[in-house]
């Protein structure tokens, strides 16, 4: 139970999509939306730790994700390994 007692899920899982298009939105590159996307995963992990919530699932990077441009992927991968890190 939270706060207000209601029940808290012991599962939540996201899926993550929309950087690249945020970026556009924004008149930004695409590397932005996903570090954008990246600072708010961080946001997420705690509240969800704040809240009670037992197990988060992430999914971050799909099959089709590999047929992006190599420079892309390279560059995801390298920002996966530096939240994970965190």
Known sequence: ???AGKPVPAHVAIIMD???RWAAHH???RHQGH???AD???AVVEAAARAGVS???LFAFSSEN???PANEVGMLMELFL???DR
């Open 1 to 3: 139970m939270n706060a």
């Open 18 to 20: 929309g950087n690249g």
């Open 27 to 29: 008149g930004e590159p």
């Open 35 to 37: 570090r954008a996307g």
């Open 40 to 42: 708010s995963v961080r």
């Open 55 to 57: 197990a988060l699932t």
């Open 66 to 68: 590999w047929r992006r």
């Open 82 to 84: 530096r939240v994970l």
